[in-house]
């Protein structure tokens, strides 16, 4: 079975600083990995995911993640964060081929003026 | 494009009694999914159809829940004999028939049920 692990329930940072939201998971199998934004009182967003390909993936929005097979991780970044991006971010895992995705416990951003 | 709608957004009830939740899918998305989220946890995969095909249900799924999309459109959750376990909240997401390998899956606002 396959499981995703976020390292930080809470990231404080302040505005223009540099962010790390940290994720890792557990398969025996390929995968396809996401990440999802939550804003307030709003559903799940898809920020950006990762299928094939590069291992690098970004989002319009300015952040980026990094598929990084031997360490089963997949990081989320971004350079200079914002007061908008406050809102809690999930990172989730699914078996290619398979509909089913397994999310983490999620990571809540908050920034700091 | 309207986007996953879910209704009620807010539902309190009494232990002990039945509630159902509406999901309309956007309109042309063939498959349609459920997942439950419980304070500071992320999302957990309940069940999934593929027009009205129920094709995977999770072991979350107990007998009190069961899920419908009788036209292949909107989707219905029952959740039967209400425990307190149960508070949580209900997200109905679609995708086209590509499912997660090529596109994107569209979560609703949820579906709040606190159960007293």
């Known amino acids: 079975a396959q499981s995703v692990t976020q390292l930080d329930s809470q990231v404080p940072v302040f505005e223009e600083a540099p962010v790390e939201l940290r994720c890792n998971y557990s398969s025996s199998v390929s995968v396809y990995l996401f990440w999802y934004v939550q804003y307030p009182n709003q559903g799940l967003q898809l920020l950006l995911k990762?299928?094939?390909?590069?291992?690098l993936v970004e989002s319009i929005n300015g952040f980026e993640a990094e598929f990084n097979k031997s360490q089963t991780s997949f990081h989320l970044r971004k350079p200079s964060v914002h007061i908008s991006d406050t809102a809690e971010y999930f990172c989730a895992v699914s078996i290619q081929g398979a509909q089913k995705l397994v999310f983490g416990q999620g990571t809540r951003l908050t920034i700091n003026p | 494009d309207t986007g996953v709608s879910q209704d009620p957004r807010h539902k309190i009830t009494k232990r002990g009694q039945n509630v159902t939740f509406r999901c309309d899918p956007i309109s042309e998305h063939n498959r349609l999914y459920w997942y439950r989220q419980t304070l500071g946890q992320g999302p957990e995969f309940l069940t999934y159809?593929?027009?009205?095909?129920?094709?995977?249900k999770s072991r979350l799924l107990s007998d009190r829940f069961s899920a419908e999309r009788p036209k292949g459109s909107f989707s219905t959750l029952e959740i039967q004999r209400t425990e307190q376990g149960d508070s949580a909240m209900y997200l109905c997401a679609s995708s086209p028939v590509m499912g997660i390998s090529g596109n994107t899956i569209y979560f609703g606002e949820g579906s709040w049920l606190t159960v007293v």
């Open positions: 990762y299928l094939s390909g590069s291992t």
């Open positions: 159809f593929q027009n009205e095909a129920q094709l995977e």
